[in-house]
């Protein structure tokens, strides 16, 4: 068991470093998705005990929406906008590597460092946590595209999932799934907008640096 959560985190400190790294939208989506899917994995795995119901439910539901729903909606996005690539970030991908290198030997330095209230399963939950977060707010702060923009909210959600699925009881389930429904309605208002960008403006591909075109 020890191991498949070990392994769970693992993947989301690489995929991480992958997201920096890469410009293919096709790729973002595919990554946040499997990446849903392994925290839905996570959440069931790391509740020590018997585990309720409600648990399986919403890692269950956890799965089905970071893992289909949402991929599904922001591929259809893509498509609608005819974009495939970040094209020229505010931070380019080789320094954005080295930024991310940099925030997980800080994410480990601090996570190591925090006293935590509860035993959980790995002690390298809450540096993968911090580091996820972080990832998330990177992407959203360099990336000039709104889809790679929203993919960052998504990542730095999955973050703070990583810390409620630490807890592994009832509060984790309070927690989680007051989040799993707040980023529900957050990315379909994203969606939403993004359509209504490119109806507008065509011509900038999502490029969130020239929004005031929508002045004139």
């Known amino acids: 068991m020890e191991g498949i959560i070990e392994a769970i985190l693992i993947f989301m400190v690489l995929s991480n470093m992958y997201l920096l790294g890469s410009s293919r939208l096709a790729i973002y989506i595919r990554l ?3 990446q849903g899917i392994a925290l839905g994995v996570l959440l069931y795995l790391n509740h020590h005990g018997e585990r309720p119901s409600h648990l399986v439910i919403l890692a269950v539901v956890t799965m089905v929406v970071k893992g289909w729903i949402f991929p599904k909606v922001l591929f259809q996005a893509i498509q609608q906008a005819e974009v495939r690539r970040e094209v020229e970030p505010f931070v380019g991908f080789s320094v954005s590597l080295f930024v991310g290198v940099a925030a997980w030997g800080f994410a480990l330095w601090l996570g190591f460092r ?6 959980i399963g790995s002690d390298l939950i809450v540096p993968v946590a911090m580091f996820t977060i972080f990832v998330g707010l990177f992407l959203i702060v360099s990336r000039k595209n709104a889809i790679t923009q929203v993919l960052g909210y998504l990542v730095l959600e999955n973050g703070i999932y990583v810390f409620g699925s630490a807890l592994g009881g009832e509060q984790a389930f309070l927690v989680e799934a007051g989040i799993l429904l707040d980023v ?3 990315v379909f208002v994203m969606v939403i907008t993004l359509f209504q960008i490119n109806r507008e403006i065509e011509e900038i591909h999502m490029d969130t640096s020239r929004l005031a075109q929508l002045k004139d």
């Open 32 to 34: 946040v998705a499997l």
């Open 114 to 119: 925090l006293p935590l209230p509860t035993s």
């Open 184 to 186: 529900f309605v957050a």
